[in-house]
């Protein structure tokens, strides 16, 4: 007997225009699998945009097939869809018909940590929905909406609708609020004890299944100091050497403008990295790599991370020769000086790539924290001479110190004893 997974089962559809020669569908399946979906099948048409269901009227009574014969849940549209298409097509399939822009958000949903994050996440969704809301509204009142009795009626859309518009005002006064408080005190919220390696890229570079790859024996860590940490942290052992690793989104390709700012909220966690892995898909051409690293190495020093170790990670060499690789490293050279070419799916290079991590990441820590300048003495006395460093004294001073890793939580406890407060960027 076939066993039914408990994964949502989802179809991709993605519309090409006629000129147009690439396909995305394997990215939209990485984000749809990211997301827990389980994708049942794949359907690309090549036309022009139809108004009423974007892709043509014959594909939908095909796809409507495919939902009943493969128990499908939802309905997954690369193509961005308006809003009386979406609502066509779900009458018409009798399904939830979501487009890229919603799967993201839902992506970003699932990773939200901080209140700015999800705040910023619903934000945006907002914005998405109102021309939605709008339409509900244009139908309603057309008494077009089918089943009014089980939908709201036209005079409670228009209330939902203002409320959407208020709830939108509010938020965008919050998140300014917050933005100012962060200005203000930029402290850490913690620290690890163990070094973090965090893995960025691009999707469908092979962050995944490379994670999965070095964490197959590992636990998932899952106390409260890492629950700012996505739900994907893993312990790994390598020689008797332990660092945390962590699987993040990374980057999309042609990242819709309004989520742009949800996007980043999404990228914290990589102001806690002690190492980013870079990993890019060396199978792809050149200039598209190119393009890629350039692009990332923007997004991470547009979040403040540029002063951070980074180890680039070509990946997939299992489908290219030898030749085509050497002659891609010489291409891509860059100013990255370290990196490794693996694959993750094989398990080449693994160990090497292991090796690389630990060579890279520090032995000792550094921070930077502010203290009530009566503390000084005090923390000169705890310190040897070398591992502490007074750069500014105002109100407070504002001193460096250098420690083993293992000692990061006493240190962190004699800082807040002291009334000291540890700053995020070391
Ligand atoms: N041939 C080959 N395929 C790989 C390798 N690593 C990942 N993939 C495939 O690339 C696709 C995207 O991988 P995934 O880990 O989801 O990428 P992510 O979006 O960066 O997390 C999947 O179909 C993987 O099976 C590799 O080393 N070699
Ligand atoms: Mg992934």
Redesign the pocket.
């Known amino acids: 007997m076939k066993e039914r997974s408990i994964k949502p089962r989802v179809i991709l559809i993605e519309r090409v225009e006629p000129g147009d020669k690439r396909a995305h569908l394997d990215e939209l399946k990485?984000l749809a699998?990211?997301t827990g979906y389980e994708v049942v099948a794949q359907v690309i048409q090549k036309r022009h945009m139809d108004s009423k269901f974007n892709i043509g009227k014959g594909k939908v009574k095909e796809i409507k097939d495919l939902v009943v014969k493969k128990k499908v849940d939802k309905v997954i549209f690369y193509n961005q869809l308006k809003p009386n298409q979406a609502f066509n097509l779900q009458e018409e399939l009798g399904v939830d018909v979501i487009d890229r822009f919603q799967l993201i958000l839902e992506i970003f949903a699932k990773h939200a940590g901080s209140k700015e994050a999800k705040l910023q996440i619903e934000l945006a969704k907002l914005k998405y929905e109102l021309p939605r809301v709008k339409e509900l509204v244009r139908r309603a009142k057309m008494r077009e909406l089918p089943g009014i009795s089980r939908g709201p009626g036209g005079y409670q859309v228009d209330i939902y609708y203002r409320a959407v518009r208020r709830r939108i005002s509010y938020i965008t006064k919050e998140l300014e609020r917050l933005r100012k408080q962060k200005q203000i005190q930029r402290k850490a919220r913690f620290m690890l004890r163990i070094p973090l390696v965090v893995l960025t890229?691009y999707?469908?570079?092979?962050?995944?299944?490379?994670f999965n790859k070095l964490t197959r024996e590992s636990k998932t860590v899952s106390s409260s100091p890492f629950s700012t940490l996505s739900t994907t942290t893993r312990l790994v052992n390598f020689r008797g050497y332990q660092f945390l690793i962590s699987d993040t989104i990374?980057f999309i390709e042609d990242l819709p403008p309004l989520l742009i700012e949800a996007f980043h909220t999404t990228l914290e966690e990589l102001i806690y990295a002690d190492l980013i892995l870079l990993?890019v898909d060396i199978s792809e051409d050149v200039e598209e790599i190119k393009r890629k690293v350039k692009a990332s190495l923007k997004v991470l020093s547009e979040i403040g991370v540029m002063g951070k170790p980074i180890l680039l990670v070509l990946?997939?060499v299992?489908?290219i020769d030898e030749k085509e690789l050497n002659e891609k490293i010489k291409k891509i050279a860059l100013n990255i000086e370290h990196k490794v070419a693996i694959?993750?799916?094989?398990g080449k290079n693994i160990d090497k790539l292991c090796e690389m991590i630990v060579r890279m990441l520090p032995r000792l820590r550094t921070i930077r924290a502010m203290i009530p300048i009566d503390s000084l003495p005090n923390v000169f006395h705890r310190f040897h001479k070398l591992k502490v460093k007074v750069l500014e004294v105002g109100e407070k001073a504002l001193v460096e110190l250098v420690f083993p890793y293992g000692l990061t939580p006493h240190i962190q406890n004699y800082i807040s004893e002291l009334g000291g407060d540890i700053l995020v960027h070391a």
């Open positions: 990485s699998e990211a890229g999707t469908n570079a092979g962050k995944t299944t490379l990374g990993v990946n997939k299992d489908i694959s993750a799916k094989t």
